[in-house]
């Protein structure tokens, strides 16, 4: 450890200046100018200018002492000032690390959450793409696509009717098969019902990026619905057979909503030719009004059972009120009885009080009691 006089007091040109060093150039100083006051007084003032330079030195050296003193004091002052403030600066740095740690571990935990998420989602999609390729498949396949077009039909159909009131690939007498036959109740010919929509022109028409490519897109998309109408007009509709109309479906509301927007002229080109164009929402509509048909229908050909457990009911009505009748009856005879019991109970009690009320004499006569 270094002492107080070991202490630099001050830099000179990078050089540490102690209070030893300092006492020393001070001596050399005071020895320097007695030589000069020598050189200049003589000898004969000697004395006393060493008596003078030694006590001048003493009180220097005491002063440099205490000046050393001082001097080591505020710098250990100064040293311990600075180590606490040190000392505190590094508590405030380890707890502010210690806070950041923490946020950051929080934030690293959300961060993981979010990817874990992201991930799930990321695989969402990739799923989500592989199926969305898939159903393009199947859409640009005309074979998969009628498939497709008649799984949807059949499932909307198959889960609100009874089986009784379709039949899918039905055969009519000219050997034409349409995807789906309904029959209605009270009514030998059928609705026909066609699921393969000509779908290839309406993808070419989404692909279209120009206004000549989505003239010709249309333009195709126009034909090929005439030409299917058409087909499902001469095919289905014939006459003491089929309904006077026929069914299209459109396997999308969307492509529904494309054909009732930028197509109203093939919409009514099919009206015109009784082919109905359908969506997943209104086939299902018109399957919910031929449910209802269909109860009716049997509502109808119950009706004779149903009257004939009415009359049976009314007959047991019947039955059942002649016998509370005959039952009231007898409580009737039942409520005389007990009313002529009580009569004869009734005269028998005044009998009794009369017997109780008689004295008897000491003649042996009897008196009656006043």
């Known amino acids: 450890m270094t002492s107080m006089g070991d202490?630099?007091?001050?830099?000179?040109?990078s050089t540490p200046v102690t209070p030893v060093e300092l006492a020393a150039a001070g001596g050399v100083l005071l020895v320097l100018f007695v030589l000069a006051l020598i050189a200049r007084g003589g000898r004969r003032d000697l004395d006393a200018q060493m008596d003078a330079l030694a006590h001048s030195?003493?009180?220097?050296a005491g002063r440099m002492q205490t000046l050393a003193e001082i001097l080591g004091g505020r710098q250990m002052d100064f040293a311990r000032v600075v180590s606490e403030k040190l000392d505190r600066s590094a508590h405030r740095v380890n707890e502010r690390l210690e806070v950041s740690a923490r946020a950051t571990l929080g934030n690293l935990s959300a961060l993981n959450e979010r990817l874990a998420v992201i991930d799930a989602a990321q695989a969402r999609m990739s799923h989500l793409t592989e199926e969305i390729a898939g159903f393009r498949d199947v859409l640009a396949n005309k074979q998969l696509r009628g498939a497709f077009g008649q799984g949807?039909?059949?499932?909307?159909i198959r889960d609100a009717l009874p089986p009784n009131a379709?039949?899918?690939q039905y055969t009519l007498s000219t050997g034409v098969r349409p995807d789906c036959a309904l029959k209605l109740p009270g009514d030998d010919k059928i609705l026909a019902v066609d699921a393969k929509f000509p779908l290839e022109a309406f993808n070419a028409l989404k692909e279209a990026r120009d206004p000549p490519s989505r003239r010709i897109a249309q333009a195709r998309a126009r034909g090929d619905m005439l030409k299917h109408i058409k087909d499902i007009s001469d095919r289905y509709l014939l006459p003491g057979e089929t309904q006077d109309v026929a069914l299209l479906f459109v396997p999308s509301e969307s492509l529904f909503a494309e054909l009732h927007e930028h197509f109203d002229d093939v919409i009514q080109r099919a009206h015109?030719?009784?082919v109905l164009i359908v969506s997943p929402s209104?086939?299902?509509m018109a399957v919910q009004v031929l449910q209802s048909l269909v109860r009716d229908a049997l509502v109808r050909d119950q009706a004779h059972v149903i009257q004939a457990e009415t009359r049976r009911l009314v007959e047991d009505v019947l039955r059942l009120r002649a016998r509370v009748e005959k039952l009231d009856g007898h409580f009737r005879q039942a409520q005389e009885d007990v009313s002529a019991i009580l009569t004869s109970t009734e005269k028998i009690a005044r009998g009794g009080?009369?017997?109780d009320r008689m004295e008897f004499s000491r003649g042996g006569g009897l008196e009656a009691a006043q």
Do not use: D, G, T, V
């Open 7 to 13: 202490a630099p007091l001050f830099m000179i040109m």
């Open 57 to 60: 030195h003493a009180e220097m």
């Open 152 to 156: 949807r039909m059949e499932s909307i």
């Open 166 to 168: 379709y039949a899918f």
């Open 272 to 274: 015109r030719a009784r």
């Open 282 to 284: 209104l086939l299902l």
């Open 353 to 355: 009080e009369r017997i």
